[in-house]
T-cell receptor, first 114, second 115 residues
Framework: QQQVKQSPQSLIVQKGGIPIINCAYE??????FPWYQQFPGKGPALLIAIRPDVSEKKEGRFTISFNKSAKQFSLHIMDSQPGDSATYFCAASRRSGNTGKLIFGQGTTLQVKP | DTGVSQDPRHKITKRGQNVTFRCDPI?????LYWYRQTLGQGPEFLTY????????KSRLLSDRFSAERPKGSFSTLEIQRTEQGDSAMYLC?????????????FGPGTRLTVT
């Protein structure tokens, strides 16, 4: 059972554009939503994370928007650069009284053209 | 380097052989996770340790897989009688169960190829 659905599967933008990646979850018990960036042959690197008690969080050029009622959250990359070309994964977990294991989306491959 | 480290980075083995991977978490982290990632997919949870106790195992972890975390420090993941379907990237992550969000930090992974 797929608990976190991510879209689109791939995305191409021009340098300076604002790619948006969307995720939807099913389990209302999830209370932690991180985004990871992964380059080929490397492990995922934590970018930014949000809790459901806030609707938006910004860290540098990365912004998470969170809609609790719709059970959706998204990643926006401002002023995207060719170095941002990577695969991005959303994830969700239930931290309270739980193991905190992450349930990942299927990933979005982003290409930023110069 | 104080991040999560994994060894080896690559392993090629023949079907039927046993393999063992090692993970060294960030030193103050008491939680350790193993995930498996196949090409084009997100990581999938395999197992979780809090200190030395293995508290959860995924149904993906067949009886050919075993993991340990002696003394609550490094961890090993062993696969016995490897099959071609075991070919994947095996990722280790660690976190601290304190007042933070419990962010998980991943190692570089061990790429397993079963021929």
């Amino acid at each position: 059972q797929q608990q976190v659905k991510q879209s689109p599967q791939s995305l191409i933008v021009q340098k300076g554009g604002i790619p948006i990646i969307n995720c939807a979850y099913e389990n209302t018990a999830f209370d932690y939503f991180p985004w990871y960036q992964q380059f080929p042959g490397k492990g995922p690197a934590l970018l930014i994370a949000i809790r459901p008690d806030v609707s938006e969080k910004k860290e540098g050029r990365f912004t998470i928007s969170f809609n609790k009622s719709a059970k959706q959250f998204s990643l926006h990359i401002m002023d995207s650069q060719p170095g941002d070309s990577a695969t991005y994964f959303c994830a969700a977990s239930r931290r309270s009284g739980n193991t905190g294991k992450l349930i990942f989306g299927q990933g979005t491959t982003l290409q930023v053209k110069p | 380097d104080t991040g999560v480290s994994q060894d080896p980075r690559h392993k090629i083995t023949k079907r039927g052989q046993n393999v063992t991977f090692r993970c060294d978490p960030i030193s103050e982290h008491n939680r350790l996770y193993w995930y498996r990632q196949t090409l084009g997919q997100g990581p999938e949870f395999l197992t979780y340790f809090q200190n030395e106790a293995q508290l959860e195992k995924s149904r993906l972890l067949s009886d050919r897989f075993s993991a340990e975390r002696p003394k609550g420090s490094f961890s090993t993941l062993e696969i016995q009688r490897t099959e071609q379907g075991d070919s994947a990237m095996y990722l280790c992550a660690s976190s601290f169960s304190g007042i933070t969000l419990g962010e998980q930090y991943f190692g570089p992974g061990t790429r397993l190829t079963v021929t």
